[in-house]
Nanobody
Framework: QVLLVESGGGLVQAGASLRLSCVAS????????MGWFRQAPGKERDFVAA????????AYAEPVKDRFIISRDNAKSTVALQMYNLKPEDTAVYYC?????????????????WGHGTPVTVSS
C-alpha cells in the first residue's frame, strides 16, 4: 500500500503560479499511474490531471489544459502539479491519488489510494 502526502498549497492572487507536490512512501511508486483531483466546497471531486507510470503519457481536464503541468520523478517517488495563471475558479482542495492500472484515469473510482489534500485559494 502506498501512502501519499501532498504539499504546496496556499493563498495566491489570480494570475499567480503554484507548484503542488505529492510524496509517496511504503510501496513501489513507479508501478502506479498518478492523478491530481480537486474538490471545491459543496462540489464533487473533479479530475485535474494524470500521468502514466513512466511519465510518458499525460491527460488534463479541459479547464486546466495549457495552464497546468503534471510530472513525476520515480527516483524520488514524487508527482508534481505545476499550476500557472491561476484563476479564482481553481480554488479547491487538491488531492493526489494512485491507480494500479492505466485505465479510466479521469474517474475517481480508478484510484485506490488518496492523500489528505492540500488547499489552494485563489483570490481575485
Amino acid at each position: 500500500q502506498v501512502l501519499l502526502v501532498e504539499s504546496g498549497g496556499g493563498l495566491v492572487q489570480a494570475g499567480a503560479s503554484l507548484r503542488l507536490s505529492c510524496v509517496a512512501s511504503g510501496d513501489t511508486f513507479g508501478i502506479y499511474s498518478m492523478g491530481w483531483f480537486r474538490q471545491a466546497p459543496g462540489k464533487e471531486r473533479d479530475f485535474v490531471a494524470a500521468v502514466s507510470w513512466d511519465g510518458e503519457r499525460t491527460a488534463y481536464a479541459e479547464p486546466v489544459k495549457d495552464r497546468f503541468i503534471i510530472s513525476r520523478d520515480n527516483a524520488k517517488s514524487t508527482v508534481a502539479l505545476q499550476m500557472y495563471n491561476l484563476k479564482p475558479e481553481d480554488t479547491a482542495v487538491y488531492y493526489c491519488a494512485a491507480a494500479r492500472y492505466e485505465a479510466r484515469l479521469t474517474v475517481v473510482g480508478a484510484y485506490h489510494t488518496w492523500g489528505h489534500g492540500t488547499p489552494v485559494t485563489v483570490s481575485s
